[in-house]
């Protein structure tokens, strides 16, 4: 699954959200998407398998990973629970000068910061996991301290890189036309959606496409479809009362048996057990 996401995380006057992901959150398989804040994933436990664009990376408990603004990501868990902190890097403009072209730097694209970064600094990003849940009349002042003492050991100590392509050889010509497709599939998920539609979407042949789509995020794009419309079907159920059938025929499923064994495949339970053992959690 992937799409560019769109929403406002945090407040405007404090663009800073923690997101705590267990087996019971509708995104506990994060589905592929980017966005223009930045991001770092911190595992809690058991194994996430993360791609960044097309790098895999395994990270176990204890693990920090940064995710640059624009990179399209997603990650597998392995009876993993895990924590995302996502921020605005313009808010974090101090009027210096060096300071804030580091930033927009870095949200523009022009430089990458380490994906892994080294013990000080991924103990540094773990204070930001910290201060988010400290006190809500010091939550701001020790989130922004945490994040400069972050953002200043991994300047410090030269954790980024200009040309990411060079290093990775990435294609962006292959990235650009994954984020058309997967844009293409967020916007029309709830309609009749074929192979050869989402082909189209992305200017190549249906054969070809299939190989593609497959290479970009280890799923084939019928897998990815379905398992895009199970998460938005889990997140109507917790966040509506609108009936299971319903639901199920506004997510793409033209089925009511079909979506109900595919819902319990992906998420453990029946939609109806789900929405009556989770709807008193608070899931974002």
């Known amino acids: 699954m992937s799409y560019n996401e769109l929403k406002q995380h945090g407040r405007p006057d404090f663009p800073f959200e923690l997101y705590t992901i267990n087996r019971n959150h509708p995104k506990y398989e994060m589905a592929f998407h980017w966005h223009a804040s930045a991001e770092i994933v911190r595992v809690l436990s058991g194994e996430l398998t993360l791609t960044l664009n097309n790098v895999v990376l395994t990270a176990r408990a204890g693990d920090v990973i940064f995710i640059n603004s624009e990179v399209i990501h997603g990650a597998t868990p392995h009876d993993c629970e895990y924590e995302c902190l996502v921020f605005s890097l313009p808010f974090l403009h101090t009027g210096n000068r060096l300071c804030d072209q580091f930033l927009d730097d870095l949200r523009d694209g022009h430089i990458h910061m380490h994906r892994r970064p080294d013990a ?148 453990g339970v029946t939609p109806r057990i789900y929405r009556q053992t989770v709807l008193t959690e608070d899931v974002r």
Request: with cysteine; hydrophobic share 40%.
């Open 120 to 267: 000080r600094a991924a103990q540094a990003a773990a204070q930001m996991f910290d201060a988010m849940k400290g006190p809500d009349d010091s939550r701001c002042f020790r989130t922004l301290a945490a994040s400069y003492a972050f953002l200043a050991l991994v300047q410090e100590t030269g954790q980024w890189i200009r040309d990411l392509q060079a290093a990775e050889g990435k294609d962006d010509r292959s990235i650009r036309k994954l984020k058309k497709t997967l844009s293409f599939i967020r916007e029309n998920y709830d309609k009749p959606i074929t192979t050869e539609d989402m082909a189209r979407v992305a200017e190549l042949s249906s054969k070809y496409f299939c190989s593609f789509f497959k290479s970009m995020t280890a799923k084939t794009p019928i897998a990815y479809l379905t398992e895009y419309r199970i998460e938005r079907a889990a997140r109507r159920l917790l966040h509506s009362d609108t009936p299971i059938s319903q639901i199920a025929y506004g997510c793409g499923f033209n089925d009511l048996s079909y979506f109900i064994k595919t819902f319990k495949a992906r998420m």
